[in-house]
């Protein structure tokens, strides 16, 4: 009988063993959708597609919505295509190629991880949708098509610039500052953008008749966001305070002021509308989109606001009375869009019937004077980033499973039919079956609960390795189910190939992240002011460790650019519980922020911040750091200088700690290049094979 469960076992492990059915290439030859928009006129919607680094601008329309290529874009160069809009008459695209427009700084400086012969220049394209080639308009980022669609608006080096159709680009006016947030007024008689002049900020606008350039309301505050009323009489804009004033004790979390003001474009005068409650959670919120400032049909403002602990949607008469609550219920509000008549909003939202819903995304709608909302989508899977066709009534959005990567998908929302849009995009040798994330939640020490998704694939030995991944933002959260994020649908491949490997993988939504309220994505004594998020990393490692599959001595830990950071702090300061580790464009050094204050004026509490900072740095658990370590970076990093890996690698290197690196030459925070962003998954999952050796 023995020898039969033998024969038995051997044939399970070999056929486990020959599961291992694709490689590190194939799953990150996920398309991925972004800039998903729809025309002002015809049923019609545009998206931005990755494909294995090709990017490429696609068009459909009713009633087939039949993806057609509109670009021919055929390299694997790092190119991306931001800014896609319709032109007003709805017969074209616009669309900025280059650049990296998800850093932190530097975002309209060319890229090139493909190292061509010259840095590739940030330009405006147009592509006729009656067909020919797009052709290359001007140099230039962040444009605006004029209402009678005979002109585009454009920012280069920081300037207003316009471009007419056969006509020489014209820098408009010169000024101090940076100019942004650009946009036509309804009659394209006027320009309105905002000028940041670092302790103030403006909002301007330009007349493009008498070539004046006027200010709206100027104050030595920091004015943003500026946006036309539908008659393109008044704007609406954020004040919030200019300077920097006393200085406060580092350490203490304060309320972050903001206001709503309404402007008259004829005399330029402005008064407040609506302030913030001076409450923490009425601070400004940093989530998708800040205030989501907008006009609405009926002299109505819409914002959003965390003022009840969670980013939900409000709206007001612009001239006066009371402010009404739209959306309400814990759960956050992301993505917001208003409908093309004004007349109701659409969003991403992390609620549903399901009792899991809080770790996924569903569409919501509600209208903007108030009354109940919808849930237009539900169920299993993950539906974001929503847009308005132009009749009201078709809706688009980004769509996945637990299985299948992004795609744009559209609802007739009166007949609530739905039709997933280029199924035919994923490659046909994309795996399939992969795992369904589990969703698991905890608590860490100081009694939070946490949140993460577990994966792993049935079957195989008793004892597992196990590998925690640390997202990174930090304001963020993972899902359960492919990320509408690109950066975040690649570390979910990563998750599903390890799951392959034969790791159980577990996902961790730790504090600072978003999703679950305020008081989780703002808490107190984090990053730099004591890092008490890492207390939810190692409760996750020692969640890991107490399932009976998995092996307490095989557990790995991997992350990225923050959760780089906290991969960094876990190896150092927990080695025995995370026996290896790879830190991608992690973040070291917390203090270089608190330079020594040059007058007599000091926070009352900056030595303590100095020490806190260093001890909630990884440079300050050199000492204990003993377990292996693989360091990865992009050299032209715009999210992280790669001099926080340079720096860690030489302290290593002089106290002759072992370590192993990769360096990506000329590439960003996000793997512009997709044969590079290969060459980091596979040398991540490699070295946490090598190190904890899955069977
Ligand atoms: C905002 C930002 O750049 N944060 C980085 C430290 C980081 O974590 N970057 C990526 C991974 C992100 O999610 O923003």
Do not use: C
């Amino acid at each position: 009988m023995k020898r039969y469960y033998l024969f038995f076992l051997l044939f399970l492990i070999s056929i486990y063993a020959i599961g291992q059915s694709f490689s590190v290439e194939q799953i990150s030859s996920f398309p991925f959708p972004s800039e998903l928009v729809s025309s002002p006129v015809g049923k019609k919607i545009a998206w931005a597609m990755n494909e294995k680094g090709m990017r490429n601008v696609y068009m459909a329309e009713a009633p087939e919505f039949n993806p057609k290529k509109i670009t021919a874009f055929v390299k694997d160069d790092g190119q991306e295509i931001s800014s896609l809009q319709f032109s007003n008459d709805g017969n074209s695209l616009i669309f900025v190629r280059g650049g990296e427009h998800g850093s932190n700084w530097d975002d309209n400086i060319g890229i090139n991880p493909s190292q061509e012969q010259f840095i590739p220049k940030v330009e405006i394209w147009q592509a006729s949708l009656s067909g020919g080639a797009a052709e290359m308009l001007t140099e230039g980022d962040e444009p605006v098509i004029s209402p009678d669609n005979r002109t585009i608006a454009y920012i280069k080096n920081k300037q207003l610039w316009v471009i007419a159709k056969d006509k020489k680009p014209e820098q408009l006016f010169e000024t101090k500052g940076s100019i942004g947030s650009i946009s036509w007024s309804p009659d394209g008689k006027h320009l309105l953008f905002s000028i940041n002049r670092s302790s103030h900020a403006l909002i301007g606008v330009f007349d493009m008749a008498d070539k004046k350039l006027r200010y709206l309301a100027p104050s030595f505050s920091r004015d943003s966001s500026p946006k036309w009323s539908s008659d393109g009489k008044k704007v609406a804009f954020i004040r919030r305070p200019g300077g920097s004033g006393e200085i406060m004790p580092i350490l203490e979390q304060r309320h972050n002021p903001w206001e709503i003001w309404i402007a008259d474009l004829e005399t330029g005068e402005g008064r407040m509308r609506w302030k913030a409650p001076e409450t923490l959670r009425g601070s400004i919120s940093t989530t998708h989109g800040g205030a989501n400032l907008n006009w609405g049909a009926d002299n109505t403002v819409i914002y959003l606001s965390y003022e009840d602990g969670w980013p939900h949607l409000y709206a007001m008469d612009a001239d006066s009375g009371p402010s009404r609550q739209l959306t309400k219920g814990q759960f956050m509000v992301e993505h917001v869009r208003l409908s093309q008549d004004k007349r109701f909003l659409v969003f991403s939202a992390n609620t549903g019937p399901d009792g899991e819903d809080i770790d996924r995304r569903h569409i919501g709608k509600v209208y903007i004077w108030g009354g109940d909302m919808e849930l237009l989508t539900q169920g299993k899977g993950i539906e974001a980033i929503p847009t308005v066709l132009s009749d009201n009534r078709h809706l688009a959005f980004l769509s996945s499973t637990a299985q299948r990567p992004l795609l744009p998908a559209v609802l007739d929302m009166e007949k609530s039919t739905e039709k997933l849009v280029g199924a035919h995009l994923i490659p046909s040798d994309f795996p399939q079956n992969l795992v369904t994330p589990q969703q698991v939640i905890f608590k860490s020490p100081d009694g939070m609960t946490i949140h993460g998704q577990l994966f792993e694939k049935q079957g195989g030995s008793s004892k597992k390795p196990a590998v925690l991944f640390v997202h990174g933002g930090p304001q963020r959260q993972m899902l359960l189910g492919w990320h509408y994020g690109d950066y975040y649908s690649n570390t979910y491949a990563v998750n599903q190939y390890l799951a392959e490997l034969g790791f159980v993988v577990l996902s961790v939504n730790f504090r600072l992240g978003i999703g679950y309220g305020y008081e989780f994505h703002k808490p107190a004594r984090t990053y730099w002011q004591g890092a008490e998020e890492y207390q939810d990393v190692k409760a996750a490692g020692e969640y890991l460790a107490s399932l009976p599959q998995v092996d307490t001595q095989r557990i790995g830990i991997y992350g990225g650019s923050y959760g780089g950071y906290l991969t960094a702090l876990a190896l150092g300061k927990d080695s025995k519980l995370f026996s290896v580790g790879v830190d991608i464009h992690g973040v070291h050094e917390l203090s270089s922020r608190l330079q020594m204050p040059e007058g007599f004026e000091k926070a009352p509490d900056f030595e303590k911040a100095q020490r806190t900072a260093w001890f909630s740095s990884p440079l300050a658990y050199l000492d204990t750091w003993t377990s292996p370590v693989l360091f990865i970076h992009g050299d032209d990093d715009r999210n992280v200088q790669v001099s926080h890996t340079t720096d860690l690698i030489r302290r290593f290197q002089e106290r002759k700690m072992p370590f192993d690196y990769l360096i990506i030459p000329d590439d960003s925070h996000h793997w512009m290049r997709f044969s590079n962003l290969v060459k980091v998954n596979q040398a991540t999952t490699d070295f946490l094979k090598q190190h904890l050796r899955p069977e």
